[in-house]
């Protein structure tokens, strides 16, 4: 998942008198009566009210009061804003804003063009004393503290909270978390587990006592764990301990809806009753979500609907678009109905890498499809054929407030980095992060090196939030080229047993709970170092005395997709 994010994505400003030009800056001759901000979805040239305030900056957008969109919350003119506070010196520095000067180091957070880096060459040397603000993170929520006379290096020493249990969240490092207790492809012909890996029932492989997986995630330095089909899959019973535990630990939970294919692609009433059975099952407290749960992953990959036979003509991207939208619809419906406070969550919807064009024709490229898709859609909902039971500024203030763009992908970072980030801009103030980093076929050094990357960018930049590692362990049950991704393996000795575990698509019963190991004999030389790559790239480690590894005889591992064991 993952610091994941935030107060709201839009850079609000004070209204002021200064009327240079910058680049994410509203510019007015004279101080507006009306609050404003910057919205960068207002570039993409369908209708907003509200855009154009300035009258010379399309993505300048007035906000607070009818007919505009709810203001974001304040971050004010003259702080930089980071999403977590960087080790580099920083400063505010109005000479960025004069075209005639020296531009090096400006634009240091990706949102203040005078937030400027200091203090290092090629950089120019810090002021004495810099206003910056202290950032507190919350969840996934970003708060600003006073602005007042430091350092930045002041400021990190400062830049510490806590709030509803959870420690402050940086960059996302997050682990997908989808580990059935199988032993071999097809779970040997006799059915497969749940997938809702939260149910209580699998309580004696993600906590303690048991194996504790969740420990384990934190261990090699994760601070979320990403799910998949923790809402909409009908399983019964308490979910809450799972979040109790990950809050335990320090681990944001990116709870994913399961992901399926809607009644002529509308998501509204199923996504709504998901949602509501969600917060009878322990995914709220004293009437708001849960203080682990940093983001609802709406959809998985919804761009494979197109190629449903239902949806016509065949391949067409408003079907999948529907579907997220009346997704976002009933989640939304739930919590005005139950009247649970939206707090710090985060909404997402995680897109495929595959090379797509959005559904208004407007963007081309693996994954930024998608994003462009949600601007569209929220901004016209009859391109995808929706009327939402929202009302329009309800939807407008959900995107703007929480919404952050996710893809998946298999890809070397620099390569995924020099896609997305070259066309970026339009979707700010949004960021975005890697729901899966599959890493398929990467020896041990290229996996660290992307993820070291992927963290420092994330720290410097807003616009980019981190990255899952897919996935924590094997899945022996997809068997195939499914198994290139896991971190762990699975030995031989049974170390415990889940309770009943079981969901509307399979039956009631019990599994083992295998110990965990390292090796992943199936892949080749460094490739099979996968653990090892993310302890070293997060400054965490593998702790194999744990009672959670394999010991002795019992360190035989389960070879490839069958059930025969390796020496």
């Known amino acids: 998942m993952a610091r994941c994010l935030i107060k709201s994505w839009a850079v609000f400003f004070i209204a002021s008198s200064q009327s240079s030009v910058s680049l994410l800056n509203?510019?007015?001759?004279?101080?507006?009566?009306?609050?404003?901000?910057?919205?960068?979805?207002?570039?993409n040239g369908l209708a907003h009210i509200g855009c154009n305030a300035d009258g010379v900056h399309m993505a300048c957008r007035w906000c607070g009061k009818e007919p505009y969109p709810a203001c974001p919350q304040a971050n004010l003119v003259g702080r930089c804003f980071f999403l977590d506070t960087p080790a580099s010196q920083y400063a505010w520095d109005e000479r960025c804003e004069d075209p005639a000067s020296d531009h090096t180091g400006c634009y240091a957070d990706g949102v203040h063009m005078p937030c400027r880096w200091c203090g290092t060459a090629p950089y120019p040397a810090c002021p004495e004393a810099t206003s910056v603000a202290t950032t507190v993170e919350v969840g996934l929520t970003r708060s600003t503290s006073t602005t007042v006379p430091q350092t930045s290096h002041e400021a990190s020493s400062t830049s510490s909270a806590k709030?509803?249990?959870?420690?402050?969240?940086?960059?996302?490092?997050?682990?997908?978390?989808?580990?059935?207790?199988?032993l071999g492809e097809g779970c040997g012909g006799g059915g497969l587990p749940s997938e809702d890996m939260v149910q209580i029932g699998y309580k004696k492989q993600w906590g303690h006592p048991g194996r504790d997986d969740l420990g384990t995630m934190v261990q090699l330095g994760a601070n979320a764990v990403r799910l998949y089909h923790s809402l909409g899959l009908g399983a019964q019973g308490y979910h809450g301990a799972f979040l109790d535990r990950a809050e335990e630990v320090g681990l944001h939970v990116m709870a994913g809806f399961h992901t399926r294919a809607c009644p002529k692609f509308n998501c509204f009433s199923m996504w709504k009753a998901a949602t509501l059975l969600g917060f009878e099952q322990g995914f709220t407290k004293y009437s708001r979500w849960h203080p682990a749960v940093g983001a609802l992953i709406l959809l998985n990959e919804?761009?494979?609907?197109?190629?449903?036979?239902?949806?016509?003509?065949?391949?067409?991207?408003?079907?999948?678009v529907k579907a997220a939208l009346s997704a976002l619809d009933g989640v939304l419906a739930a919590e005005r109905e139950a009247g649970i406070d939206a707090?710090?969550?985060?909404?997402?919807?995680?897109?495929?890498?595959?090379?797509?064009?959005?559904?208004?024709g407007k963007v081309t490229g693996p994954g930024v499809f998608g994003f462009?898709?949600?601007?569209?859609?929220?901004?016209?909902?009859?391109?995808?054929?929706?009327?939402?039971?929202?009302?329009r500024a309800e939807l407008e203030t959900a995107f703007q407030t929480r919404w952050i763009h996710g893809l998946n992908t298999q890809a070397p970072w620099s390569f995924v980095d020099q896609m997305v980030s070259s066309v970026y801009k339009?979707?700010?103030?949004?960021?975005?992060?890697?729901?899966?980093?599959?890493?398929?076929?990467?020896?041990?050094a290229v996996i660290q090196h992307d993820l070291e990357a992927m963290q420092k960018r994330a720290s410097r930049n807003a616009d980019f939030l981190g990255a899952a590692v897919f996935q924590f362990e094997t899945a022996y049950w997809k068997g195939g080229s499914e198994m290139n991704f896991g971190l762990f393996s699975v030995g031989v000795q049974k170390i415990a047993e889940t309770d009943e575990v079981c969901d509307s698509k399979s039956s009631c019963r019990k599994w083992p709970v295998n110990c965990l190991s390292t090796d992943l004999p199936w892949l080749p030389g460094s490739m099979a170092k996968r653990a090892e790559a993310v302890a070293a790239a997060w400054n965490g480690s593998v702790d194999r005395h744990s009672t959670s590894f394999c010991r002795g005889s019992a360190s035989r591992r389960l070879r490839g997709s069958s059930q025969h064991l390796y020496e």
């Open 343 to 360: 707090g710090h969550v985060k909404l997402t919807i995680t897109w495929s890498f595959a090379m797509r064009t959005s559904v208004d």
């Open 26 to 43: 509203c510019s007015f001759a004279g101080k507006p009566a009306d609050r404003y901000f910057w919205d960068g979805t207002c570039e």
């Open 372 to 391: 462009q898709d949600m601007v569209a859609g929220i901004a016209n909902p009859s391109l995808a054929h929706y009327s939402p039971e929202s009302s």
């Open 426 to 444: 339009q979707f700010l103030p949004n960021p975005w992060f890697i729901g899966e980093y599959g890493a398929n076929g990467q020896v041990q």
């Open 163 to 182: 709030t509803g249990g959870m420690p402050p969240f940086s960059t996302l490092r997050g682990i997908c978390y989808g580990a059935l207790p199988c």
């Open 302 to 320: 919804p761009d494979f609907f197109d190629y449903n036979p239902s949806c016509q003509p065949f391949g067409s991207s408003w079907c999948h």
